[in-house]
């Protein structure tokens, strides 16, 4: 598919360039590093252009016009934007396995949550999740891929929709319009379908990376709670330097190097109200990291969804026996409960600990971080939170177990 060059900004030269192949001697790692200026046209995906060039490249044009590499196999964008980072982070596995499985370079979407939108790097590796499947940070997609092959007045977006003839509204509501909006992204077409994205044929078939060189859906391809097959995923999940070293610094102030045991309490309204009713369900939300995937009915219990204080304090104190734990860390989205664990914890002589953060504020994932780090886990089975950290601590071979679960 041969597209016109109507949005030719650039010396001819650079156009060359940017259509050539490798072979013509355009690559240029010394000139990766720095941020080029938009450099050229849509046609770059292009692939019969290719090759066309055997021009070479001069130092000062290199300099003038780095060439990025732009997938032929395409990019795949999607707005992270249901539930909580929990939530989030389940739908994020998902959508990398997807991508891998349309073979689609990644654009690393950005976390959103109360407190803002953070780029994907500020919490995680990049280099790591590379290692699974080809990934671009948000940040370097607008600068570099989309001025080539994405130029705003060719940013459709896709949704999946139930009815023929109903809209998209990609940037209809929260957090959907910020998300874009924090990208710079405008959609001047939306384009619904029908199949769900376990279809990758259909995906395919009707939006081809030569035609659609960037599939911007509205939501995650993926599942919430995250598909048992994906949860190793979270291998590829390693915090950034700056998050791992700041959940250092927390570990090292608060236990000294001492034993510790991590425990999350979710207890917010929102979840008091969620788990009213639990027990009519087989599984419910993230239930099935400690039910599996084909409980009985009745299995999820309300001590394990939102468990009594006399529940928290029974686990709390068997994992702080069994791990010879000098503290217990606690992270909350509301109540930690702390007057009832130091009571049912003095005879152990150990000391219960919490960052509250209207004292100080710190993010809510270095919860997360800390909790990996613990010698023994007790979480909520309900809860994509507490499944974060227990996929993280399964991957590395750490102990958990849960509440209202009496193993
Ligand atoms: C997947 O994409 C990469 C990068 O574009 C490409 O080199 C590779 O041939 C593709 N694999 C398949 C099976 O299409
Ligand atoms: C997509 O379809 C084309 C033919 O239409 C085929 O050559 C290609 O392998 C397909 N890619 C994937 C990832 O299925």
């Known amino acids: 598919m041969r597209q016109p060059l109507e949005h030719l900004l650039l010396p001819a030269i650079c156009l060359a360039m940017l259509l050539s192949s490798d072979a013509a001697g355009c690559t240029d790692a010394a000139s990766s590093e720095e941020k080029p200026a938009a450099c050229g046209t849509d046609a770059a995906a292009d692939e019969d252009a290719a090759g ?14 780095p060439r990025p590499d732009i997938d032929p196999s395409g990019y795949l964008i999607f707005c992270l934007c249901m539930g909580r980072f929990g939530n989030k982070v389940d739908h994020f596995l998902g959508g990398l396995a997807w991508a891998k499985r349309v073979n689609r370079t990644l654009v690393l979407p950005p976390w959103l949550s109360a407190e803002g939108s953070a780029p994907y790097e500020t919490l995680f590796s990049v280099d790591a999740v590379r290692r699974y499947h080809r990934v671009i940070t948000a940040d370097d997609f607008m600068r570099q891929v989309a001025p080539l092959v994405w ?3 060719k940013r459709v977006g896709m949704c999946y929709v139930r009815n023929h003839g109903d809209d998209c509204k990609m940037v209809h509501g929260q957090p959907f319009g910020s998300f874009w909006r924090a990208l710079g992204i405008e959609f001047v077409r939306e384009i619904p379908y029908t199949f769900t994205y376990h279809a990758t044929d259909a995906f395919n078939a009707t939006f081809p990376p030569s035609r ?115 503290f217990v860390y606690v992270a909350s989205d509301r109540d930690p409960m702390l007057a009832a664990l130091r009571e049912g914890l003095a005879d152990l002589s150990a000391q219960v600990v919490h960052l509250d953060r209207k004292v100080a504020p710190v993010r809510t994932e270095v919860d997360l971080v800390v909790l990996a780090m613990a010698d023994h886990f007790v979480g909520n089975c309900v809860s994509s939170f507490t499944a974060f950290v227990k996929r993280e601590r399964d991957v590395r071979g750490k102990p958990s177990s849960f509440f209202g679960i009496d193993e």
Request: proline share 7%; with cysteine.
């Open 151 to 153: 130029p705003p007045e």
């Open 52 to 65: 066309g060039g055997g021009q070479t490249c001069s130092q000062r044009e290199r300099e003038s016009c």
């Open 212 to 326: 659609y060189p960037i599939l911007a859906l509205k939501g995650a391809p993926a599942s919430y709670p995250v598909n048992a097959g994906h949860r190793d995923l979270q291998r590829h999940l390693v915090w950034s330097d700056e998050m791992a070293a700041e959940g250092r610094a927390h570990v090292l102030r608060l236990f000294g190097g001492h034993r510790f045991v991590g425990v999350h309490l979710r207890n917010n309204y929102d979840w008091e109200r969620a788990c009213a009713g639990v027990h009519r369900y087989t599984n419910y939300m993230s239930s099935s990291q400690c039910l599996g995937d084909r409980p009985p009915v009745g299995a999820v219990t309300a001590e394990m969804c939102l468990p009594s204080p006399a529940e928290v304090v029974r686990a709390t104190r068997r994992a702080a026996i069994a791990a010879d734990a000098k």
